[in-house]
């Protein structure tokens, strides 16, 4: 690329290598969502004077990360309103134990009091959509993201946000989708709409889908193996039995019913690239190969 020209979005760099998105789903058993309505800086919580003081941010973010949460600002697409409000969501995403819980406190400040298990707020269904648009983190989350939550938040507006970062700016828009922790990529170029829809009838699309959040990069990959065989769309289909990682390799056994799937993967480093718009430093990313796939039952 010569001096001075104009770099193609890390997206679209993406979308051309074909990069592949299964086994990339953020990491995170229990998230805590809470609103920051307003612009954010490259860090939501740190970086947004105009929205929270900035002390203020990193005891909210220090006390999330000692529970081993992750975190994440939300704020309702479109306009803003002149009197903002402080809804905050804990969701538990393990397969089994998922849950949603969801409160609203009278001032930032009171965060830092929130229950981390989100006992003292309501259960509720949800689900909670969470589309990354964080433009000041990266470009491709303003353009791809804030295109696929409008068109989500149309059809259930109730249940859609915007998100600050949640990892995989190459893979924008990216989309968390709570308590059972599916995370997508590229839903712009999917029928965002139906991918909720699915959700709602306990089924996922595979085509867009990183993975699960609660569960390891390799048994991410090998649901995603199994299900390209045998083309199971249940959110539930395919629960990981035994992990077992040897010589580089990790042999996953899955089971479904009576029936068992036993995929075994292989990690390997990509070539150089560039994972995010302001990257500077080209760096290799974890991709999975099939190494073998069997079924009994």
């Known amino acids: 690329m010569t001096m001075g020209a104009k770099r193609t979005p890390c997206s679209d760099q993406s979308l051309a290598r074909a990069d592949p998105m299964f086994g990339t789903a953020s990491a995170g058993s229990t ?80 965060y830092l009091e929130v229950a981390l298990d989100g006992s003292d707020g309501e259960r509720v269904d949800g689900p909670l959509v969470a589309v990354c648009a ?17 068109a989500i938040a149309a059809e259930y507006p109730e249940s859609t946000w915007e998100c600050s970062h949640l990892g995989g700016d190459r893979f924008a828009a990216t989309m968390l989708v709570l308590p059972v922790g599916l995370c997508y990529g590229r839903v712009d170029s999917a029928d965002a709409v139906d991918l909720i829809r699915r959700y709602h009838d306990g089924r996922l699309n595979d085509e867009f889908l990183r993975g699960r959040t609660s569960l390891p990069h390799a048994v991410q990959a090998a649901q995603h193996f199994a299900r390209e065989k045998w083309g199971d769309d249940r959110i539930d289909a395919w629960a990981p039995a035994d992990v077992a990682t040897r010589d580089g390799s990790t042999r ?46």
């Open 134 to 150: 964080h433009g000041k983190h990266d470009q491709c989350c303003a353009v791809r993201g804030r295109a696929a939550v409008a």
């Open 252 to 297: 996953v056994t899955l089971r479904d019913g009576a029936r068992t799937a036993v995929v075994t993967v292989a990690e390997r480093m990509s070539a150089p690239l560039l994972s995010q718009c302001a990257a500077t430093t080209e760096g290799r990313v974890r991709t999975f190969v099939l190494e073998s796939l069997s079924r009994s039952g």
């Open 31 to 110: 998230w805590l969502m809470l609103e920051l309505e307003g612009p954010w800086g490259p860090s939501a919580f740190l970086q947004s004077p105009t929205v929270i003081d900035p002390t203020l941010g990193r005891a909210i973010v220090r006390r999330a990360e000692a529970a081993k949460m992750r975190i994440a600002a939300i704020r309702r697409h479109g306009r803003r309103s002149g009197d903002p409000r402080w809804r905050w969501y804990v969701a538990q995403s393990d397969p089994g134990g998922e849950a949603l819980y969801h409160g609203e406190v009278d001032d930032p400040r009171d």
